[in-house]
């Protein structure tokens, strides 16, 4: 059982996912009983608790440590611990009363797979609901409910108000799992009453592309611009594609390996390079020997923020596009060139039919080189590139 004194600095330096693969388990030298798990598959760390209750060992979890600072994740844990040596299971001992913050609080302390920007998203609620953080979970009514949505809709947008209450109907249902009188889910109100959320369709147009890839290529962080560029040819998403590390990346086979935790569908999918992804990615890799293939200054070691550059290009271009608009357009070429749904699907990750014969198609790296290669030259075409891109190595010195 591996011991050790628990700071957030410590805590921070535990590998996840554990090299070996399983679960690992670090036990605070303080507070006896209080620990992190680390997963072996993810990048998830756990705040935990374990004791002896009736002679059997009994763990639960406190919360993630995405959410729990250590302070709040010790406090919690100890009071945990109090209620498990009385034989009071943590997790069924709810407050009647709970109000809605410790009740979203409660909710994702229970939800250790969440990915962060799914934490991110029930956070709002916070800001969005402000004035009702405070108040007891069950005084809130179907009228309350109802008046709020639409006027959350007319301050922030329907997208952010159906959210936002599909947001509190899942935290509502979790709490009445553990407090018998808890009254009806009061957003049943708005059954019919849910706002039209379109589909957002905004990519670049065939007339935009060569201006719009002329001005990345110019931007003056170099960075940035070969991020964006990897968006525009593969179709990744920008977390994705951000968080890509140099052991995922095979230079010689021309193989990007996205790790099951940076995907959306929590399994690991390999991709191979078109001519023009792999000219970039070779181009970086001269130029430094950086854990990630787009560094940054943040705490995370990696770029995240594209909104200075795609700002810039806007100013300079008039064209506003975002990282996803590139994936939607990504997607869009593939299907005007005749790129099977399937593997488009497999290209951007997304899931595929549940057609019950189109379960049985596995297509492997190898099936997806050609169409990608298909869809680059076409990008290339309308980009207006007339050769291979073997200029970047001198192009990426001058970042």
């Not at 709970?98 to 009740?103: D, F, T, V």
């Not at 050609?370 to 190595?393: F, M, S, T, W, Y």
Request: glycine letters at 6%; hydrophobic letters at 40%.
């Amino acid at each position: 059982m591996a011991r050790i004194h628990l700071t957030e600095r410590s805590i921070e330096k535990l590998v996840a996912p554990d090299p070996s693969g399983r679960q690992a388990y670090y036990w605070d030298d303080i507070l006896r009983g209080f620990g992190v798990m680390v997963s072996g598959t993810s990048k998830t760390k756990t705040f935990i608790i374990q004791c002896d209750v009736h002679g059997r060992s009994k763990r639960v979890k406190v919360g993630s440590a995405v959410e729990f600072s250590l302070t709040k994740a010790k406090d919690r844990a100890s009071d945990m611990l109090d209620d498990l040596k009385q034989g009071i299971d943590p997790r069924s001992k709810v407050d009647p009363n709970i109000s809605l913050q410790a009740a979203l609080d409660l909710y994702l302390a229970s939800s250790a797979k969440l990915r962060p920007a799914s934490i991110r998203v029930y956070r709002q609620i916070e800001r969005v609901l402000a004035t009702w953080v405070d108040r007891p979970l069950r005084s809130i009514d179907a009228d309350m409910i109802e008046k709020k949505h639409s006027g959350i809709a007319s301050k922030n947008g329907a997208i952010t108000a159906n959210v936002t209450m599909r947001t509190l109907r899942i935290v509502w249902n979790h709490v009445a799992e553990r407090v018998a009188d808890m009254p009806a889910n009061p957003v049943r109100r708005l059954k019919k009453q849910w706002f039209e959320e379109k589909r957002r369709t905004r990519m670049l147009s065939k007339e935009q592309i060569p201006l719009f890839y002329r001005t990345v290529c110019e931007l003056e962080n170099k960075i940035s611009a070969d991020l964006i560029l990897l968006l525009m040819f593969t179709g990744l998403r920008k977390g994705e594609a951000s968080q890509l590390s140099w052991e995922n990346v095979d230079l010689k086979q021309r193989v990007i390996t996205l790790p099951a935790a940076s995907t959306k569908s929590g399994k690991e999918q390999k991709l191979p390079m078109s001519d023009q992804v792999a000219d970039i990615l070779i181009a970086r890799r001269a130029l430094g020997k950086d854990r990630y293939v787009f560094p940054g200054p943040g705490k995370s070691g990696h770029l995240s923020d594209l909104q200075r550059p795609f700002i810039a290009i806007a100013e300079q271009t008039s064209i506003t596009i975002s990282a996803h608009d590139l994936r939607r357009g990504f997607v869009t070429v593939a299907e005007s060139i005749g790129t099977p749904l399937s593997v488009i699907k497999a290209l951007v990750g997304h899931a595929p039919s549940r057609d019950v014969t189109a379960g049985y198609v596995v297509r492997n790296v190898e099936d997806l080189r050609e169409p990608v290669q298909r869809i680059a030259d076409r990008l290339k075409e309308l980009c207006g590139i007339e050769a291979p891109a073997g200029d970047n190595i001198e192009r990426l010195a001058r970042k």
